[in-house]
């Protein structure tokens, strides 16, 4: 059964941090390239951070750059998400699913994020 629940969101101040969990099901996450993605009010979902199935590769959005930082547990089947430096755009809600997921795919039912200035 696949499965994927986030949590660590919260409200916060801008220039704080914040570090995201992924509790996935083995069938959703081994094996599979893993993304964090987020929606903000009125606009489409977007992907943020992936990391390949090993691990060893990362990438990140231009407006996360330098700030969020992805990791995986492959023994835990955990995905993280660390965030820094935290703007007010950065506010929405944080899903994680495969880097490649669809919108008509299952979703978990994400964790919201707050960054207030």
């Known amino acids: 059964q696949v499965q994927l629940v986030e949590s660590g969101g919260g409200l916060v101040q801008a220039g704080g941090s914040l570090r995201l969990s992924c509790a996935a099901s083995r069938s959703a996450f081994t094996g599979y390239d893993m993304g964090w993605f987020r929606q903000a009010p009125g606009k489409d979902r977007e992907l943020v951070a992936s990391?390949?199935?090993?691990?060893?590769?990362?990438d990140y959005s231009d407006a996360v750059k330098g700030r969020f930082t992805i990791v995986r547990d492959n023994y835990k089947n955990t995905l993280y998400l660390q965030m820094n430096s935290l703007k007010s755009e950065d506010t929405g809600l944080y899903y994680c699913?495969?880097?490649?997921?669809?919108?008509?795919?299952?979703w978990g039912q994400g964790t919201q994020v707050t960054v207030s200035s």
């Open positions: 699913n495969k880097k490649r997921a669809k919108k008509d795919d299952y």
């Open positions: 990391v390949n199935w090993s691990g060893s590769r990362t």
